[in-house]
């Protein structure tokens, strides 16, 4: 099985809400991934776990908070986003950090910000 | 810095015909890993394929082949007898290593419409 789940599909938000996008894989991958892709452009990395602990951070902005409960599950927390971030929110993972094995990919989250 | 380039930014074909995704990479590592992955409309980017750099053999996978050349720095992907299905963007990608996490510097992919 090599499924990584997000949800939700699709959200849309104000500007003053707080929302969380979640993603889950059981595949025993320790690294896990957020990125964030715009269209027709590649996805841009966001964040890393390493065994459950936050090991990249690619000068992401505070409203974007990442949090990784277990070995499974990656949440981003979201909080007085700016319409810019409307893009798709895609969670990977992968089986060993190190640069050698493959990334899954989750459908992405499709964020709409009003 | 590693780059990976892709300079086709959008390929259409006629269904059954042969197509070749170009990519070229930039990297001053001795070890490095190269993916292909595909993004269908539904917006899930799917695993395809790794190759290491000390691996050049060409690889085949039903109607999916991959062309590794270190001296050119390439890594081209081949679909031979396209299908509607196989519509997407394809993205090549280079593994750099950083904080001990791995990092995936994209191209900016290739836009394949296959049609009927």
């Known amino acids: 099985d090599t499924e990584v789940t997000q949800t939700p599909k699709h959200l849309v938000m104000g500007m003053t809400n707080k929302k969380s996008l979640k993603c889950e894989q059981h595949?025993?991958?320790?690294?896990m991934y957020w990125y964030k892709q715009k269209a027709k452009k590649p996805p841009e990395l966001m964040f890393v776990y390493s065994y459950e602990k936050l090991s990249i951070n690619e000068s992401v902005p505070s409203r974007f908070s990442p949090e990784c409960p277990n070995s499974s599950l990656l949440n981003l927390h979201l909080h007085a986003l700016q319409p810019e971030d409307s893009a798709l929110y895609l969670c990977?993972?992968?089986?060993?950090?190190?640069?050698?094995?493959?990334?899954?990919f989750g459908p992405g989250t499709r964020l709409t910000v009003t | 810095a590693q780059k990976v380039t892709q300079a086709q930014t959008e390929i259409s074909v006629v269904e059954k015909e042969d197509v070749t995704l170009d990519c070229v990479y930039e990297?001053?590592?001795?070890?490095?890993?190269l993916f292909w992955y595909k993004q269908p409309p539904s917006g899930e980017l799917v695993f395809l394929i790794r190759r290491n750099s000390f691996d050049e053999q060409n690889e085949i996978s039903g109607r999916y082949s991959w062309n590794f050349q270190k001296s050119t720095s390439s890594f081209n992907f081949t679909i031979t007898a396209s299908q509607v299905v196989d519509s997407a963007v394809y993205f090549c990608?280079?593994?750099?290593?950083?904080?001990?996490?791995?990092?995936?510097?994209f191209g900016q992919g290739t836009r394949l419409t296959i049609n009927p």
């Open positions: 990977a993972s992968s089986q060993v950090i190190g640069g050698s094995y493959e990334q899954y």
């Open positions: 595949m025993g991958h320790r690294a």
């Open positions: 990608a280079l593994s750099e290593p950083a904080q001990g996490a791995q990092k995936l510097v």
């Open positions: 990297t001053r590592d001795t070890t490095y890993y």
